[in-house]
């Protein structure tokens, strides 16, 4: 699936523009292979008493998040993330995570000492 990049998961879920400049910041200064995920888009369902059925929404979104190697979330709704945590909790464990809380304090120097710190990580 990738040429021995790490692959990295921008999730977002109002705030494209940060996503967005997170993902080229990612492919053009670190090398990084970048997948945006709007989870505002995937609609997923609210979480469910058994996980035995398997809602469509999921199903779409699952693959994207195993993809990923780490990820960088940016301005989601904790409701939302919590049902894509919930949904797609395997995919979601052991890997690398940085929080974007504040997208105006996107300036280069800072995405690179995120990414820096990310790529510290084991991405295997």
Do not use: Y
């Amino acid at each position: 699936m990738n040429d021995g990049h790490p692959r990295l998961a921008v999730v977002t879920g109002s705030d494209h523009s940060a996503a967005a400049l997170i993902a080229e910041r990612a492919c053009v200064t670190f090398g990084l292979e970048v997948d945006v995920i709007d989870l505002e888009s995937a609609r997923l369902p609210d979480p469910a008493p058994s996980r035995a059925l398997v809602p469509p929404a999921v199903r779409d979104l699952k693959p994207w998040l195993v993809a990923a190697q780490g990820f960088v979330v940016v301005a989601v709704r904790s409701w939302t993330l919590r049902k894509a945590v919930f949904w797609c909790a395997e995919a979601w464990r052991a890997k690398p995570v940085a929080l974007v809380t504040d997208p105006a304090l996107l300036i280069p120097s800072t995405i690179d000492r995120m990414f820096g710190n990310l790529l510290r990580q084991d991405f295997s």
